[in-house]
């Protein structure tokens, strides 16, 4: 089955899920401070989907890095695809390993257009797991997902932010948490 009959699939379901508690669903971009929803959207095996479909489709991905006030850019092979979004890949994002830890709210943004499924670390829980937060946005009219973005953290001073455009780009920012600044900028695109 091809993950792009799978992924509309999923979407379904999960909005399905959260259709009835109509109380949870707020048009004033409010989300709800209940998690309701049995299963979390399986971020990791969506972006391997993506992988998944850059290869297949024959596309080499153009980067470009910008560190400072200089940029550069190169083609991403596809042996190393993976191994470029590795970060983001590991650990992975899943019900079973998140349900203990973190909590999902949902809530129809009208700023997107877009469901939003916003997911945060639980008050006063541990979290070892490396990414602080993470937002799904799924167009209501056709329940797909069209951007996902996370937020994890590498060391006590850096933290990266991913916004993944489906079947177009991505953006990865590293940031230094004490600077609050920008230390490097990736733009990464197969759809051009």
């Not at 998944?52 to 400072?68: A, C, E, S």
């Not at 709210?105 to 993470?134: C, E, I, M, R």
Request: aromatic share 12%; proline share 4%.
């Amino acid at each position: 089955m091809s993950i792009k009959v799978i992924v509309p699939v999923i979407i379904f379901v999960l909005i399905g899920c959260t259709s009835n508690n109509t109380n949870n669903t707020d048009t004033n971009n409010t989300a709800s401070n209940v998690d309701t929803v049995g299963n979390y959207f399986p971020v990791t095996t969506f972006i391997k989907g993506e992988l998944y479909n850059i290869r297949t489709r024959g596309l080499t991905p153009l980067k470009k890095i910008t560190i400072g006030t200089k940029t550069d850019s190169s083609f991403v092979k596809m042996d190393s695809l993976e191994q470029e979004f590795a970060p983001f890949l590991t650990p992975i994002i899943d019900t079973a390993n998140l349900k203990t830890t973190f909590v999902e709210k949902k809530f129809l943004d009208q700023t997107f257009q877009a469901f939003t499924f916003t997911y945060d670390v639980k008050p006063n829980t541990n979290n070892s797991f490396g990414f602080l937060h993470w937002d799904v946005y799924v167009d209501p009219e056709t329940n797909l997902v069209n951007r996902i973005y996370l937020v994890k953290k590498l060391t006590d001073s850096t933290v990266q932010q991913l916004t993944w455009f489906t079947g177009k780009n991505c953006q990865i920012f590293t940031i230094n948490n004490n600077t609050s600044t920008i230390t490097e900028k990736q733009h990464i695109v197969w759809n051009y």
